[in-house]
């Protein structure tokens, strides 16, 4: 998984990355005054998916 600040980073290389693999998510660097939201990095983690040690994965991901 590959992480970007801005889709203008990749565009022109998004066929190449999939070709190649990857997958790519793009993610704004929060304002200092953003409240952090759990559920919608849990959601972000979720579609990721886990490649961690089988036994290990968070009860939250199932």
Known sequence: MLLFRAYDEIR???????DAGYGFSVVDEPRPDAEFDLIAF??????WGWSGRL????????
């Open 12 to 18: 022109g290389h998004v066929k190449e990355l999939q």
């Open 42 to 47: 849990q959601e972000m983690f979720r579609d």
């Open 55 to 62: 036994g290990a994965k968070p009860a939250w991901m199932r």
